[in-house]
């Protein structure tokens, strides 16, 4: 990665920031995929008496947000991305436990999985991991999920949105078959479909009844948050 | 005939035709979606031949191994691992024996695709020296079945492109090595790597040919092969660009690209500076032979422009960031947003 900066910064104290100031460095931090700082940003903060949830919406669900905009636009990469959920992924362990403990509020609940004969990953993955940086709870089902196991899941999960992802032109109509048998089931309506990966199209994901297609995971999650809004009437 | 050596074919000829798709041709002869390509080479041997032997008689000049997901990572997701070597072997010698059987030189390139796996540089799990071991048990096979370059494809990571080059010069000193990446992710490919980048790498390594496969269409494709181009003017640059977008109608999957449009693609991408010309996913035999009828016929042009790209072949999917996007919905400085301090650990 090119880096514009000098190193005066290099033995930069976070102690010596202010908690404004702090949130702001962890999201930088986490932008660089710098996961032992952020660590530590998240640990400064809550010894100054920061609430759990406040650490995760301020500090690095805003930092995840600026990572999920540049992905988006062609200015951050797999990689990058990768580098910076790692790091939101440490500070998250952190937070996980006080998090349920306060009983914080959670800004829903996805199960997300790769359709029945895909066995691709790396773009479901990383929908999953921004999401989790934006709050969400995500029950990740691997590859290759058929329909019955998708229903299983949502029956146990109960979640808010259901995630389907295809990297082949081959695999992504079987989405529609989960569509139609969530629709058999009577409980369609009771979840937002997102679906994505490479081959799909607007067109496709209403021609099968999906709620959205979501061109990336950046999109993903604001369309995450837009639909929990409409829908749930719950807001992030 | 016997086999000819690429780099003695590219001399006499200037220009050579690859072949077509691989999956979307298998499909139609009912391999199931998610299942391994690659098994067919020991299962349904026949159809292999029959694909082969399509694109030999469409007028290609190079064809590729069924050999695309043969590496152990790929097949161990089908409990498939352990027949690396026999599968791989068995792609090379299948092709072999039809490019000796034709009635004109024809090149058999082994295929190498992505292990699939995340390399721990950008992230991921995969250390590079597994993935060297990886892609040399893979190519040595395809050596040992008797293929006459080794070809790298739909690269995303050049850690993981460094990876195969590795394996191919340690087990296959003797062979040429041809890379080729997908930029599919704003001009880039998926990992960040610039088309310009890959120039610079395939010279510093050596590389026969390198150049752009797959993606998102072929306007996309050809913007990369003019960016190849104009780095490394001299190079052999490749165009395997897939035939137009695929389309959902009427529950099936369809490629937008018409037999007509591959050959409007195929007289660009040589205009555009590229000297291996073929097509990736959605291209019959139809599409390539349309390919072969139209570069036979061509005369040279000028170097095309985005704009002219768009206007023969229809418009670009993927905007480079920085450039203005016609879909409006996010416009951005193009300069990143790495405004603020930061310090290292």
Redesign the interface.
């Known amino acids: 990665m090119s880096d514009n900066d000098n190193n005066e910064d290099d033995d930069l104290d976070l102690r010596s920031l202010t908690d404004e100031e702090l949130a702001e460095q962890i999201g930088d931090d986490l932008y660089d995929g710098l996961k032992d700082e952020v660590v530590e940003g998240v640990e400064i903060l809550l010894e100054r008496g920061w609430q759990p949830y406040d650490v995760l919406t301020k500090a690095l669900v805003a930092g995840m947000k600026i990572v999920g905009d540049d992905f988006r636009d062609g200015i951050l990469f797999v990689p990058e991305v990768l580098l910076a959920a790692n790091a939101m992924k440490a500070g998250m362990e952190i937070l996980r436990p006080l998090l349920v403990e306060t009983d914080a509020p959670k800004a829903g609940k996805m199960v997300i999985g790769t359709v029945k004969g895909d066995i691709h990953d790396i773009g479901k993955n990383i929908v999953a991991m921004m999401m989790e940086g934006a709050g969400f709870e995500v029950i990740n089902l691997g590859i290759n999920v058929d329909a019955e196991q998708f229903l299983a899941a949502i029956e146990e999960h109960k979640p808010h949105i259901l995630g389907m992802s295809a990297l082949l032109t081959t695999t992504m109509p079987y989405m529609k078959t989960v569509i139609e048998e969530l629709e058999k089931k009577g409980i369609r309506d009771d979840i937002i479909v997102l679906v994505g990966g490479a081959p799909l199209n607007e067109d496709f994901a209403e021609a099968i009844r999906a709620d959205a297609y979501c061109k990336d995971a950046a999109v993903a999650v604001d369309t995450a948050r837009e639909l929990m809004k409409r829908k749930h009437n719950i807001s992030t | 005939m016997s086999r000819t050596a690429l780099d003695a074919l590219m001399q006499e000829r200037g220009l050579l035709l690859a072949d077509g798709a691989t999956?979307t041709n298998l499909?139609m002869q009912g391999l199931?979606?998610?299942?391994p390509p690659e098994l067919w080479n020991d299962e349904k041997p026949d159809v292999i031949r029959w694909l082969h032997q399509g694109f030999i008689d469409a007028g290609s000049d190079i064809i590729l191994t069924n050999s695309f997901g043969g590496s152990r990572y790929r097949l161990m997701?089908h409990g498939a691992q352990d027949r690396v070597a026999e599968l791989n072997e068995k792609a090379a010698r299948l092709a072999g024996t039809l490019a000796e059987q034709a009635p004109r030189p024809v090149v058999v390139a082994g295929s190498v695709g992505p292990t699939?796996e995340?390399l721990q540089?950008?992230?991921?799990t995969l250390t590079f020296e597994e993935a060297v071991e990886a892609f040399a048990e893979q190519i040595a096979a395809l050596a040992e079945g008797g293929i006459d370059v080794v070809w790298i494809e739909t690269m995303?990571?050049t850690e993981e492109t460094r990876a195969a080059v590795e394996a191919a010069r340690k087990v296959a000193p003797g062979l040429p090595v041809v890379a080729t990446m997908s930029f599919?992710?704003?001009?880039?490919?998926?990992?960040?790597v610039q088309p310009a980048a890959l120039a610079a790498f395939a010279q510093e390594h050596g590389l026969f040919a390198f150049g752009a496969n797959c993606g998102?269409g072929a306007p996309d494709l050809l913007l990369g092969v003019l960016e190849m181009t104009e780095a490394a003017p001299d190079a052999i640059v490749v165009a395997k660009a897939n035939a137009g977008?695929?389309?959902?109608k009427d529950?099936?999957?369809v490629?937008s690209g018409t037999v007509e449009l591959a050959g409007e693609y195929a007289k660009m991408a040589f205009d555009a500076g590229a000297r291996i010309i073929g097509g990736c996913?959605g291209n019959s035999f139809d599409h390539v032979a349309e390919m072969r009828r139209a570069l036979d016929d061509h005369t040279p042009g000028p170097r095309p422009t985005r704009e002219d790209v768009e206007a023969r072949l229809g418009p670009i999917q993927?905007?480079?960031?920085g450039h203005k996007c016609a879909h409006g919905h996010?416009g951005?400085d193009g300069e990143?947003?790495?405004r603020?301090?930061?310090?290292?650990?």
Do not use: K, W
């Open positions: 999956g499909f199931e979606s998610g299942y997701l699939g995340i540089d950008a992230g991921g995303s990571s599919d992710t704003a001009g880039r490919t998926m990992m960040g998102t977008v695929p389309e959902f529950g099936d999957i490629y996913c993927q905007q480079a960031a996010h951005n990143g947003r790495r603020r301090r930061r310090r290292r650990g």
